[in-house]
């Protein structure tokens, strides 16, 4: 059996190891979406293209997505039974 005060001792612990956790993910998060710098013009352009390829892949996806399950969401057209 544990006393009252081993259990509040490690639950302090780990606390400070959520705590720990918690900071290493946000500051994992941030550096994942914060833009890069382009030093040079043909990295600009080349930023300039690829985030724009993936704004319209995510339009299209959205659009699919919409088109085949909108329906469920009360979105978009519903298809017709037979």
């Known amino acids: 059996m544990r006393t009252l005060e081993e259990i509040q001792a490690h639950k302090q612990e780990l606390h400070a190891e959520i705590q720990k956790k918690e900071e290493e993910i946000a500051i994992t998060w941030n550096s994942l979406w914060q833009p890069t710098k382009a030093n040079t013009k043909g990295e600009m352009v080349t ?29 978009g057209r519903k298809r017709k039974g037979r």
């Open 47 to 75: 930023h300039i293209i690829a985030n724009s390829i993936t704004a319209v892949d995510a339009f299209l996806t959205m659009r699919k997505l919409i088109s085949r399950y909108g329906h469920i969401f009360g979105i």
